[in-house]
């Protein structure tokens, strides 16, 4: 299975944003992760359109996360950016070519199809049990306590390396 490279720049924008104590502009979220902004951009919006997110207008408008960490799961990240088709579709093989296996004889899902199903289902629980907040704590686990914070205080214009365009 592939994921697109949204899938992994909006699970970071989300563990970000819950640093972040005002909203962050969607170039300031660009220029974080050295993307370009209009990338970005379309990232922030798949995830608006889920429901994961919200965008809030004006001079110190920005993204904010719509409901607590905990509550938001991989699989709800995968979802916005990817959609939510499964990665196999059976195209029903054997039912065709010289010694195709007739419709009626076919009342059940093949073995490949059953096996992918399976592994689709089992990837899906495995993003569904995973949330932000497991990311979050991860993160602290991994880089220290400091580091959300330093990201969120930069993210809210604080010290940092300069931005330009990030607005």
């Known amino acids: 299975m592939k994921l697109s490279g949204g899938v992994e720049w909006a699970l970071h924008c989300c563990v970000v944003l819950t640093a972040a104590t005002?909203?962050?502009?969607?170039?300031r979220l660009a220029?974080?992760?050295?993307?370009?902004?209009?990338?970005?951009?379309?990232?922030?919006?798949a995830l608006s359109r889920a429901g994961l997110v919200r965008s809030i207008q004006g001079k110190t408008g920005?993204?904010?996360?719509?409901?607590p960490a905990s509550e938001i799961t991989l699989l709800d990240v995968v979802q916005a950016v990817d959609g939510a088709s499964p990665a196999f579709v059976c195209t029903e093989i054997r039912q065709?070519?010289?010694?195709?296996?007739?419709?009626?004889?076919?009342?059940?899902?093949?073995?490949?199809?059953?096996?992918?199903?399976?592994?689709?289902?089992?990837?899906?629980?495995?993003l569904s049990a995973t949330?932000?907040?497991d990311l979050v704590t991860s993160v602290q686990g991994d880089s220290?306590?400091?580091?959300?914070?330093?990201?969120?205080?930069?993210?809210?214009?604080?010290?940092?390396?300069?931005v330009a365009d990030a607005g």
């Open 131 to 133: 949330t932000i907040a």
């Open 62 to 67: 920005g993204y904010v996360l719509t409901k």
């Open 96 to 126: 065709r070519g010289p010694l195709a296996t007739p419709p009626e004889l076919c009342t059940k899902q093949c073995p490949v199809a059953r096996a992918m199903g399976a592994a689709d289902a089992a990837w899906r629980a495995s």
């Open 31 to 45: 220029a974080l992760h050295d993307v370009s902004p209009s990338y970005m951009a379309k990232q922030m919006q």
């Open 22 to 27: 005002a909203p962050v502009p969607a170039g």
């Open 144 to 162: 220290g306590p400091d580091a959300l914070p330093t990201v969120g205080a930069w993210l809210n214009g604080g010290p940092g390396p300069s």
